[in-house]
């Protein structure tokens, strides 16, 4: 089907091609030279018209546009084009007063026929381009297509490959910006409606057990209401229970209480509890994602190029100045930042630098403050009592600079505390780049200090103390003096081969006793092997690393995963392989040793197998899995077998999501209660009132896309969804105008923003409009009154409001034509290096108009633009008609209703082409069929006898194409025809036919 698709549309691209000139356009033409518009794309950076001249079957190009479109230099003076070419910057000369081209050293002549002398332009044979200058221009006439080779680096390319980098740059670059708000909250009292299951039953030689477990989410006055149920039941019992009710809701609009939970969740104090209550709090509805901004300056040699890396994306560039200085600012997110520099000298020096920066999670921007308050019932009663009991607790964090954050906070439960509360503080510092130190301490219970370090390398430590002030508590359950644990982590490299080392150790000290449990770990790659070895050991009293524990383990694991080389069996292709194996050296014997296999089977399944043996227990083991994804439900499937007992759970899990909007039941494997999706509808808003109703047409293309990534999508029902979405942000949307199959179909907006609701689709429509057609003329006047049009001259469209900008060409009588202009104001333009070759001027301020929405498209016509010479005074010159007569006659009543109708018949007839256009990409033939000849009924053209030809063949009949494209060959001998031969050998040689 894409593939008839492209065909029809070269098909198209022919037609219109000549269905843009004006009829009377070839009578302005010597009978041995001709325009001809050729297509002209390079490299997906140029994608213009150019209009080039065909003369005793020679094509001829335009020299001042083919460089301005390549980025040339070129300077005109008389009949002399010069400039410097290429990043080379070799200088060149075109001179068609003395016919010759100086290209460096080299000259080279020319003769009259090799060149062509217009009014805006010169044309030059394309061998001289590819001769003289290495341009291999190519003219594919039966497509009118111009196609370009070269091994230069052309100006425009590179000039287009800094913007591309810089692009790229600005997006690796971390902002917050937000596109219009197009879409906001919706509040209902009840809508909506999530259901995630979790059906499971487990089969043992013992006993069969079946679960079930259920979240419900809702949307209830403005916030989200959530729950589960859950039960289990089996031959001998059963029990039904539910859990987490709770309501919540985000106040976006305001500052002193932006979340507010009521029901069942966790505290936020030392000890996360679950408890009855209310939660309230001022902290970001969307977590912090920017913390701020670190200044990156230095000294490198003079004129570098220095880029600057974000976590190994490009974010800035800049060249060194004369000084070799350079400075960024670069953006800090929370958590690690890695910053690299890459310099780039001018005589090919490359130097990096490399810099890694903190921010925990608990940095409050400078001068920013946020609190939590926790108010209700534990769920669960606390150690040593048998009651569920009040609790309040409250905690404020501020931002006192962007290196320093303190916080207090205050604990209460009852019964615990008979006085005073606990309160609780901390003041938490990065010092320097690397380095965060952390102090806490809780009245009557702990003192606490944490440092930690992440270097470029990615080498890091990290040393926690704890000393606790008060026995057995809530505070400190297992009953400790004191706690330390550190962890040291550093990558080394042998060549090409890494190695990563990692110690770790946590010590307990009691009041008589200690306990220390050591790990160290080594890992590294070998070709496609990775392996591991790591040792563990557990010391009561005194800790001495050269003195093993009867608890010493090592354990050695190896993986390899199965390349995708075409040689090997596609069953094996992909398969990961672990070998692992524990070894006890106290007792010099191996305890257990395993081999895991796991594979990806079909599109979204995945088995699992491994066999394993305890030879210190000496009993084997056998464990399978397979799951697999179907999209609306994923399945997962285990056996086990263990000594002489085996276990066969099935499990199912998904999510079934209702859209009040449209009343679609949505099926996914995917969890959605606590989350949000959206509901999209892309439709051609026929009546012009903004929302879909039953005159309005459905896009069927997903044409739309999320900024921010986790968000899945699918279509039912003309409706395109988006789901996994978090509830009460603010999410960037953009469309595709490439994704929808009618090009003439612009949108009302082409990037917005909206805020999502919880459990629940958000409805979203976005109407598109026909867009519009531009058409009038250019002439240029003279001081003897005569008005003459100019050809290929540059008309710019630019949108009064928005970004919109378009170029065009003049034809050969000074007319000019676009389409698939979207609605809007707009202003006229001409380009002024144009007029300086002309020397020419604007006689009138240039007109300005509007493109309605309306649903047939509108047709903007008449725009008018005169030029005259610069010193020129039009009101010095009085416009002497040719004769009295033709005045006289043309001043009747019956010449002007001729007149009139027309050229009413040509609008109408210029109209009936352009809908038959539209029917053609909606592949609706029969109506583009319908309208053609309806426009014929009112005018013969050539262009539209070509265009019901082209329709015709489509349709399969080849006799009446070549029929119709003789008659449109009577009418203008001129026009261009495609050769069926040709058209069958090119459907003939697409992929799949």
């Known amino acids: 089907m894409r593939d008839w698709f492209k065909i029809t549309v070269k098909i198209c691209f022919f037609l219109f091609c000549v269905l843009l000139t004006q009829p009377e356009a070839s009578a302005q033409n010597t009978s041995d030279e001709s325009e001809v518009y050729l297509e002209f794309r390079h490299r997906g950076i140029i994608n213009t018209v150019v209009i080039s001249y065909y003369k005793d079957d020679n094509f001829y190009l335009p020299v001042n546009e083919i460089f301005n479109l390549l980025g040339i230099e070129n300077n005109q003076d008389g009949l002399i084009i010069s400039g410097n070419f290429s990043s080379e910057q070799t200088p060149y000369s075109i001179n068609l007063q003395d016919n010759f081209i100086r290209f460096g050293n080299e000259t080279h002549q020319i003769s009259s026929e090799d060149f062509l002398i217009k009014e805006i332009d010169f044309y030059l044979k394309p061998e001289f381009f590819y001769d003289i200058f290495q341009l291999d221009f190519m003219v594919d006439f039966g497509n009118l297509r111009l196609s370009l080779i070269t091994q230069k680096e052309l100006p425009v390319i590179q000039k287009v490959l800094r913007n591309q980098k810089r692009r790229v740059a600005d997006n690796n670059r971390f902002s917050e910006n937000n596109y219009d708000l197009k879409f906001k909250r919706k509040k209902p009292f009840l809508d909506g409606g999530f259901v995630d299951y979790n059906l499971s039953a487990n089969l043992s030689d013992q006993v069969n057990i079946y679960n079930y477990n259920s979240n419900i989410g809702l949307q209830l006055y403005g916030g989200d209401l959530q729950g589960s149920l859950f039960g289990s039941f089996s031959e001998n019992f059963s029990n039904f229970s539910t859990n987490n009710l709770r309501w919540r809701r985000y106040f976006r609009d305001q500052n002193i209480i932006t979340k507010l939970t009521i029901g069942q969740t966790l505290t936020d104090g030392v000890n996360k509890s679950p408890y009855s209550g209310v939660r309230f709090s001022n902290e970001p509805v969307e977590p912090r994602r920017l913390f701020d901004e670190f200044e990156v300056q230095g000294t490198t040699i003079p004129q570098s190029e220095v880029e600057l890396y974000l976590n190994n994306a490009l974010i800035d560039f800049q060249i060194s100045d004369q000084a070799g200085d350079y400075r960024f600012l670069a953006p800090l997110t929370y958590g690690a930042t890695q910053l690299d520099l890459r310099i780039y000298g001018p005589t090919g020096q490359i130097i990096e630098r490399s810099n890694r920066i903190q921010v925990p999670f608990n940095f409050q921007p400078a001068g920013e403050f946020n609190y939590i308050v926790n108010l209700g019932e534990l769920d669960n009663p606390l150690i040593g009592t048998s009651n569920r009991v009040l609790t309040a607790q409250g905690s404020g964090s501020y931002g006192l600079t962007d290196w320093l954050t303190a916080k207090a906070g205050i604990e209460y439960y009852e019964g615990f505390h008979t006085t005073l509360p606990t309160f609780i503080s901390s003041l938490s510092s990065r010092i320097s780049t690397n380095y965060i130190f952390t102090l806490e301490g809780a009245t009557d219970a702990f003192y606490r200090s944490t440092l930690n370090a992440v270097y470029p390398n990615s080498a890091s430590f990290n040393v926690d103390f704890i000393n606790y002030s008060s026995g057995f508590s809530i505070y400190n359950p297992s009953n400790d003096d004191k706690r330390i644990s550190s962890t040291l982590f550093y990558p080394f490299s042998f060549g090409s081969t890494p190695l990563n080392v990692r110690v770790s150790a946590f010590s307990r000290f009691g009041e008589s006793s200690s306990i220390t449990t050591f790990r160290a770990d080594a890992n590294s790659r070998f070709n496609k092997f990775n392996v591991r070895i790591g040792y563990i050991d557990r010391y009561f009293g005194r800790f001495d690393i050269l003195s093993p524990t009867s608890l010493a383990a090592i354990e050695n694991s190896v993986t390899y995963t199965i390349s995708r080389n075409r040689n090997i069996p596609s069953y094996l292709k992909g398969t990961f392989l672990r070998a692992q194996m524990r070894y006890l050296p106290i007792q010099k014997e191996i305890e257990s040793a395993q081999l895991f296999i796991s594979r990806s089977i079909f599109k979204n399944g995945r088995f699992q197998f491994s066999v394993g043996r305890n030879f210190f227990n000496k009993f084997n083991s056998v464990r399978f899995s397979f799951s697999i994804d179907f999209n609306k439900v994923r399945s997962s499937s285990n056996f086990s077998s263990i000594r002489d007992n085996y276990n066969l759970t099935q499990n199912l899990r998904g999510s079934i999501g209702y859209d009040t909007n449209y009343n679609n039941f949505l099926f996914t494997s995917r969890e959605q209660v606590g989350r949000s999706g959206t509901a999209v509808k892309l439709f051609v808003d026929n009546n ?258 070509a265009l019901k030809g082209s329709l015709y063949y489509l349709q399969g009949d080849k006799k009446e194409a070549q029929k119709n494209w003789d008659t449109a060959l009577e009418f203008n001998p001129d026009i261009f025809i495609p050769d069926i031969e040709v058209l069958d050998q090119l459907i003939r040689t697409q992929p799949g036919n």
């Open 688 to 945: 012009n009132n903004g929302t879909f109703d039953e005159e309005d047409d459905l896009i069927n293309e997903n044409a739309l896309r999320v900024t921010r990534s986790g968000a899945m999508n699918f279509s039912k029902n003309g409706v395109h969804y988006f789901t996994q979405m978090q509830p009460y942000f603010y999410y960037n949307m953009e469309l595709n105008k490439g994704a929808i199959r009618n090009p003439m179909l612009v949108p009302e907006f082409e990037n917005f923003g909206l805020i999502t609701d919880p459990n629940r689709f958000k409805k979203v429509e976005i109407p598109f409009y026909m867009s519009g057609v531009v058409e009038g003329t250019v002439e240029r006047f003279f001081e003897n009154g005569r008005k003459s049009g100019i050809a290929g001259l540059k008309v710019i469209i630019s949108s009064i409001d928005s970004d919109f900008f378009k170029e065009i060409r003049t034809f050969s009588d000074g007319s000019f034509y676009s389409f698939e202009i979207p609605p809007g104001k707009y202003k006229l333009s001409i380009d002024q290096s144009q007029l300086d070759i002309l020397d020419s001027k604007i006689r009138d301020s240039l007109p300005n108009f509007e493109v309605r929405s309306i649903p047939e498209g509108d047709f903007i016509e008449g725009l008018s633009i005169v030029l005259v010479p610069k010193d020129f005074d039009i009101r010095n010159i009085e416009i002497v008609p040719d004769t009295s007569i033709l005045a006289e006659i043309s001043q009747s009543d019956e010449i002007i209703q001729l007149q009139e109708e027309y050229d009413e018949n040509i609008d109408r007839t210029l109209r009936l082409i352009i809908q038959a256009q539209t029917a053609f990409y909606n592949r609706d033939i029969d109506r583009a069929l319908t309208l053609v000849n309806e426009s014929l009924s009112l005018f013969e053209t050539a262009q539209g006898y």
